[in-house]
């Protein structure tokens, strides 16, 4: 074919290129009539004032700081109102901004939040005030990145949902730190039942522990409507480490539906807590070993789990891989009705430790299941005999046709059948049996994974702070050589102190990211820090600690009492922190009374708190002073404390106080192990208010082992809430009182006093 001559406007070509020209103008004057690109809030207005169906307002690239969009308007099914960004991930709105919505028919996408948080009590709100709400709207690919204000227990919701039928799909969601769920669906109107809402393929990362209620990833309802209809579709969304508290989610509302989510090391369960008729089908969890991982938990009338998948969870009490609970007699709305007419059936469990059945039974709630069956279920664990714990009268509980594997024992022969079953691990991940069989899940649907969920635009960053993953700075001994090698250091680095002469410090080292002081490996004695100033390290918000090798001496610290060798920052942090302690030795802490190793302050919270092979001598104060939070609602200071092989000597105050006042059941901690110690002289200052050297209040799970008390004062107990595990075994107590405990009953073994 020949190519036509480069002057092909004759009149042979041009009919057609008057027709092309006309339709690519009518193009042309098509989108300018509905693409608005606005550059400031101003124009936004204006744009969302003229907003007709079909328009698309598309916010310019760039940074919008401290602006709260309101969106009101009305699109059509068939011609929605679009508000974009010209690009995504080049719009972000920092400082303290928000959206609101309301109307029909509304589309939001692209929008980035972070660095800063909501001035007001949501970030993205579907309602512009109590009677405008949003139908038929849809929320995706939005974005909220840490997006938290400085204090740790103001309250917040990131997405707060209202109206009807409205979908919020594809949003990222990462570092919810302050006390506040991360999306609720809110029932407080008529306007805002029966809502149909399909909250789909969201990707909710990381969510730290709270140490407090109020740190659920998703709650659909209240108390106080959790009998009217939600009707809420919540399918194939990503829940990666929603470690808030004990409710991943906690379902608050009637005939709402689970399905397809995967829950990744989530520490809690999906919570049926309030409302009947629920529907968890074909979920995931995967627990992969790590403590206080759970699955479901059932409570109410009505409720339907089924074949859903759950592997290695290993969380106990509320948070087991199932967990049915009792319930109050007459229950007011906000305790526990009776679970009745439920079932739990073709459900997995792969090398799971806990199945609670009657929960929670005690005085309170004495009402046991009825109408209820556990059948077709699979459950094999290739190490434990014994996965179920039965609190009550399990009468009402039918079991039929359960499966379990050939070491398990059943607790009762009726509705159990042990099976050698052979596994093989499927492209999914999934751990199925090679012979098909009538107990157990089979995959259905889609199944949510990182790929399929969130946006796929914005870097995820990993939220854990980890200790020695970055360069190491050699330091030499002198004054203030460890806060110059800090100010030159980044996340992650290890600060290597090469002599083993004096670190003196003149000013106080404050750390805002994790970091590592360590003595060089080739030293034949540690390197000796001293301090002028009230605390030698000042872990700041975003600060991360640990030592090893170090001796820290008192010495010139200044005759003043109430020093401390390392404190937390004295604001709200709302970075849960990490201190690691090996190999030290802390002395001469006592220049003046009440010298405290550790010294932390209230609104603040450590992920973690680890002492080994150290020793402390000669400390006016306390070492671990860990009773800041004295509201006495389930608030405290430290989750995870561990103590081992640590000598204390002469400690004037209690060597740990722990203490979790109230009778709040929604969090795991503390969680304290003290192994392998010997305490001489500890407690006995006349300051010494607690009168103790070891006081516990509120622990949920401690372990004392191995330990010898000479000359010192005696372990304080108060067990008090959710069956706290006291153990105190194998510890000698020399010229040292009894343990002073009330009356909930704890284990001891091998105790002597001499
Ligand atoms: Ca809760």
Known sequence: MKTPPLNYLNKKYLPNYRLLLLMLLLIICQSTATINVVKDLAAFNQAVKDAQPGDKITLANGVWKDTELVFK????????????????????????????????????????????????????????????????????????????????????????????????????????RNQGVTMAVRLNTEESRENN????????????????????????????????????????????????????????????TFRGNTFFECQGTLTMRHGNETLVENNYFFGNGKPNTGGVRIIN?????????????????????LVIMNGVPNSPPNRYFQVIDSEASNNTYINCEHIQICAGSDEERSATPKNTVLANNLFYNTNKEDLFTIYDDISGISFKDNVLSPKMKPFQKKGFKTKEIEFKRNGNGLMMPTESLTAGMQPKGEMATPENTGVSWYPRVE????????????????????????????????????????????KSIDIYHPISFVAAPSLAQKPVLKFQKTSLFNIENGGALSLDGLIIS?????????????????????????????????????????????????NTFADSIVLRNSTFTNVSGSVLALDKETDDIGIYNAENVIIENCQFKEIGFAVLNLHRGGRDESTFGPMLKIDQCTFDKTGQDQRNKTGASIVLHGVQIAQIQNNKFTDCEPIKLHMVVGEPITRIVNCAFKN???????????FTENLTYK
């Open 73 to 176: 308007a009305k699109g059509t099914k068939e011609k929605p109102i679009t508000l974009t960004v010209e690009t995504k991930g080049k719009v972000t709105f920092v400082g303290q901004s928000n959206i609101r919505i309301s109307g029909e028919h509304l589309i939001v996408e692209g929008l980035v939040f972070k660095d800063g948080y909501t001035p007001t009590s949501e970030v993205i709100s579907l309602r512009t005030s109590k009677e405008d709400l949003c139908n038929n709207c849809r929320i995706t690919e939005c974005v909220i990145d840490n997006y938290n204000p400085l204090e740790r227990f103001e309250s917040d919701y990131w997405i707060g949902i209202y109206g009807k039928n409205n979908r919020i799909d594809h949003n990222y969601l990462v570092g919810k």
């Open 463 to 506: 939220q854990e702070q980890f200790f020695n993953t970055g360069k190491v700075i050699k330091v030499k001994a002198g004054e203030n050589t460890l806060v110059d090698a800090l100010e030159k250091s980044s996340s992650g680095d290890i600060i290597e102190l090469t002599e083993s002469g004096e670190y003196l410090m003149s």
């Open 736 to 746: 040292t009182p009894e343990i002073q405990a009330n009356d909930e009953p704890y």
């Open 197 to 256: 809402h399909r909250i789909d393929h969201n990707y909710f990362g990381h969510h730290p522990i709270l140490g407090s209620n109020g740190g659920e990833t998703l709650r659909i309802g209240t108390s106080h409507y959790s009998l009217t209809n939600s009707n809420t579709l919540v399918e194939n969304n990503y829940f990666d480490r929603c470690n808030g508290e004990h409710e991943i989610i906690s379902n608050k509302s009637c005939q709402n």
């Open 554 to 602: 008192g010495e010139e610290s200044r005759d003043k009492p109430l020093n401390a060798v390392i404190r937390t920052s004295r604001y709200s942090m709302i970075n849960n922190y990490k201190l690691f302690i090996n190999n030290c030795d802390f002395q001469d802490l006592d220049v003046n009374h009440s010298f405290e190793v550790v010294q932390v302050y209230k």
């Open 301 to 321: 009338e009505t409720q339907t789990v089924r074949n859903n998948y759950h592997e290695g969870l290993t969380g106990y009490r509320f948070r087991g891989a």
